[in-house]
Structures are given as structure tokens and as C-alpha cells.
């Protein structure tokens, strides 16, 4: 009878370590997914506004689809599963943002630690997504130090408001419609890069054939 009790309270203390923990990875894996579904959804939108608003195209053949697309998907797999690890593991290294010396050390580690990578890898993924692989490194070259420069200004405001007045429940889609104005022009800046790169082709192409 012992040995049965023992056996079960054994059980009992496997089921109890291992149930929460796999509840625990579910939870963590629905809230990045929806982080991945929130900064999609946002990007589209911020693309679609910048080939509207700012490059003043119009809905039809101007404009291009399947580069909201693009961001759209960049948005989905990259951006939010990216910030939303990102920032569970500077709120677990540095805390709760009790106070404004806490904030400035998490908007540090966003600008300095967290950016710079996510920036190499959105524009290395623009540029497969583009079918255009032979000028990632290019691409990562020229435009991530613009808009890491870019970001030094943008990113610090934005992110001290995010770690001092934002809930943790709140701060993907803050970040996210943060990032749909930032976006705007990251993708403008894509766009112009593409022209340039397009363009220097081009005149080679001419060259070469001269």
C-alpha cells in the first residue's frame, strides 16, 4: 500500500512540474504568434500608406502588390516573434521599468543590442523575398547603417515610452504601431535602394554592350 502511494505522489509531482510547463511554452507560442499576426497586419498597412501617400501612387497598375506583400510577411515570421523574444529577455535580465535609470538601460539594449540584428536580417529577407540574392550583402551594406543612424533618433523616444508607460500586455502592438511609422520609411528607403540598384544595372548593361 505504501509502495502504491509513493508510486502515485511520484505521478503526481511529474504531472504537476510537466503540465505547467507545457502550458507555459502553449501561452509563450499563441502570444508570439499573435505578435507575428499584429506587426504583419500592421506593416501591410504602412506599406500600402507609403506607395499611396508618399510615392503618390495609385490603387491598379501602379501599384505594387506583392511588395505590401512582402512586409506584410516580413511583419508575420520576422518583426514580431523577433521584438516579442527580444523584449521578454531584457524585461527578464533588467526588470520591471521601476524607474527612469531601468528605462534608459532598456532602451539601450533595444537600440544597441536588439536593432542592429533585426535590421541585417529584415533587409537580407527583403532581399530573397525580392528574388534578388545576389545583392543581399549590398543591400545589407548600404542601408542598415542609414537606418540604424535613422533608428538613434527614432527608436529611443519610442522605446523609452514603451518600457515606462506601456504594459507588457500592450507593448508588441505599441511597438508594432511604432513600427508601422518607421516602416514607412524603411520601406521607402527599400524602394529607393531598389531604384538605385536597378539603375546602376542598368547603366552597366549599357556599358557592356557600348
Avoid at 501617400?53 to 514580431?80: F, M, N, P, Q, S
Avoid at 505599441?174 to 520609411?185: E, I, K, R
Amino acid at each position: 500500500l505504501l509502495e502504491n502511494i509513493a508510486i502515485h505522489l511520484k505521478k503526481r509531482t511529474i504531472l504537476d512540474t510537466y503540465l505547467p510547463s507545457r502550458l507555459t511554452n502553449s501561452m509563450t507560442l499563441i502570444r508570439a504568434v499573435r505578435a507575428g499576426l499584429q506587426s504583419g497586419t500592421i506593416m501591410t498597412v504602412a506599406d500600402a500608406a507609403t506607395q499611396i501617400a508618399i510615392e503618390g501612387k495609385k490603387t491598379g497598375e501602379e501599384y505594387d502588390v506583392a511588395r505590401t506583400l512582402r512586409w506584410g510577411v516580413a511583419g508575420l515570421v520576422l518583426h514580431g516573434p523577433y521584438f516579442f523574444q527580444g523584449f521578454s529577455m531584457i524585461d527578464q535580465r533588467l526588470g520591471p521599468a521601476t524607474s527612469w535609470h531601468v528605462v534608459a538601460k532598456k532602451t539601450a539594449a533595444a537600440q544597441f543590442i536588439l536593432f542592429p540584428p533585426y535590421l541585417c536580417l529584415l533587409f537580407g529577407f527583403m532581399g530573397i523575398l525580392e528574388n534578388h540574392p545576389n545583392i543581399v550583402e549590398e543591400k545589407i551594406k548600404e542601408r542598415v547603417p542609414e537606418a540604424f543612424l535613422g533608428g538613434c533618433i527614432f527608436w529611443p523616444i519610442a522605446n523609452g515610452i514603451n518600457f515606462s508607460l506601456v504594459s507588457p500586455t500592450f507593448r508588441v502592438p505599441y511597438l508594432a504601431a511604432s513600427a508601422g511609422v518607421w516602416n514607412s520609411y524603411l520601406s521607402w528607403a527599400n524602394q529607393r535602394g531598389n531604384i538605385k540598384v536597378a539603375s546602376t544595372a542598368s547603366s552597366v548593361q549599357r556599358e557592356t554592350n557600348d
